[in-house]
């Protein structure tokens, strides 16, 4: 039974889906003004591991995530670069793409973008004016927030505390509103900026209207599961609620998620913009195997901050390797195997308990890192059956089979295409010594199995060096 720690009711809650064997799926997506960093690729990886993970269930996932590409952010940066808004986001938007697709970060169903949906996010407004939730003032729209009663329940705020926290706040915009906690739908226009025109003037949407309206248009009134990091949930999706529960009347989520902070170095210090300490994922991957981020960043349970630093990039990598080591393995003792031993049954037992302990863990609000520790176990059993003098052909596929499948489920290939640098070092390794036992049958095995992998062996005065093909 899959449980879900839901935000709202803070509890776990048992998943029990609008429509059986689906879901529905909207995970909050960046601001494309820059590359992603490595918090946001955080929230990116931990809701793709849980996506895949439930694909492996069995359900059908429909899995929505937006790119915010109207944005104060956005504006700016475009006039520092030269660009229109328009070439700003794009550009952005491929690299977010260039990066993810580097961390195995499966395709979402639909990636919405905000100018794509302006007639949409007007008629949502405007819908929410005629239902007295939202007004027009001196151009701008904003919503009426003290009239939703539900409000705050999400963050677990009162209205009377939000109220008197914003009062303190002296804002030239508080001037235009009936409150001063009401938010903004729809921003007046300023002079030389992108806007569309509305029922109110020229203008541009507010960030919490944008994914109400998203949400709402690819996946109905109602969605099973909404996702984003911690830092999300008040004010943005506290307003997701208020807009999209106002409109349609209707419950809008049923379980909400929230990933865990990224804390950099060892001091654990939580990373920001703010203090100028977060690293971009574009920067890591020129140091870091794509793998090994994406492993780092999957085995942790989503919920618990992730510590990034040079010690624990190792770690993840060291882990990385001893898992596709016992794989390799594994696959070279598979070419010998023999295909009918009277042992199959017990021993294919053992993987496949150890397979039902992993669905058990990740059951348990998807907990990747008691998860983990299931395939160590699994990596230790496959390297002790490998090593034995006889092994069945039937055990080792079904093992390696079972293992590629919980590994994908993090986003990790174990297929020999994504071999580590370690990995190769080690063959080359074992290639010299066998060249000096003169085993040159082991050597040519060894080059043309790293051929077939990509990689070019050249064997020179100073030793043998490798490269990718």
Not at 107 to 128: C, G, Q, W
Not at 398 to 423: H, V, Y
């Amino acid at each position: 039974m899959l449980k879900i720690y839901n935000t709202l009711t803070r509890e776990k809650e048992e998943f029990k889906p609008l429509e059986a064997g689906k879901v529905k799926m909207y995970v909050c997506g960046p601001t494309v003004y820059n590359y992603i960093h490595i918090g946001n690729s955080r929230s990116t990886v931990a809701f793709d591991t849980i996506r895949r993970y439930l694909e492996y269930r069995g359900y059908e996932v429909n899995y929505v995530s937006n790119f915010t590409d109207v944005d104060d952010k956005i504006i700016r940066t475009a006039k520092e670069m030269a660009l229109t808004p328009v070439e700003l986001a794009d550009k952005f938007i491929a690299a977010f793409k260039e990066d993810t697709q580097a961390l195995e970060v499966l395709e979402a169903t639909v990636h919405p973008r905000v100018m794509d949906n302006i007639p949409e996010i007007i008629a949502f407004i405007a819908a929410l004016i005629e239902k007295g939730y939202a007004y027009e003032s001196d151009g701008d729209v904003y919503y009426r927030t003290e009239k939703f009663d539900d409000y705050g329940q999400l963050s677990d705020q009162s209205i009377k505390d939000l109220r008197m926290g914003a009062s303190e706040r002296m804002e030239e915009e508080n001037l235009k509103k009936e409150s001063p906690i009401d938010f903004a739908l729809w921003k007046q226009a300023k002079p030389g900026e992108i806007s569309w025109e509305s029922p109110w003037g020229e203008g541009r949407p507010g960030w919490h209207i944008e994914c109400s309206v998203m949400a709402t248009k690819y996946l109905g009134e109602t969605i099973d599961i909404h996702g984003g990091g911690h830092d999300l949930t008040f004010p943005h999706h506290e307003n997701e609620i208020a807009q999209s529960e106002a409109k349609t009347g209707h419950t809008f989520v049923n379980y909400w998620m929230h990933n865990g902070f990224v804390t950099m170095g060892e001091s654990e210090e939580k990373m920001s913009k703010s203090l100028g300490n977060f690293v971009l994922v574009h920067d890591i991957l020129k140091k870091v195997d794509a793998q090994v981020l994406r492993f780092l960043l999957a085995a942790a349970h989503y919920r618990r901050p992730i510590k990034f630093s040079d010690r624990t990039v190792e770690e993840a990598r060291n882990n990385l390797e001893k898992i596709r080591s016992a794989y390799n393995n594994a696959q070279y003792r598979l070419e010998a195997a023999d295909s009918d031993l009277s042992s199959d049954q017990t021993d294919l037992a053992v993987f496949e308990a150890l397979e039902a302990r992993f669905v058990k863990e990740m059951d348990d609000d998807f907990q990747a890192d008691n998860a983990m520790t299931v395939i160590y176990q699994f990596v230790k059993e496959l390297n002790m059956y490998s090593e034995r003098d006889q092994v069945s052909q039937v055990v080792l596929e079904k093992a390696l089979s079972l293992l590629e499948q919980l590994m994908m489920i993090f986003g990790i290939k174990l297929q020999a295409d994504t071999i580590l640098d370690g990995d190769i070092q080690a063959l080359i390794d074992e290639r010299i010594q066998a060249r000096q036992d003169k085993n040159f049958s082991r050597s040519d095995e060894i080059r043309d199995y790293l051929k077939e992998q990509g990689i070019i062996l050249d064997d020179t005065n100073q030793g043998t060096r490798w490269r990718r093909a």
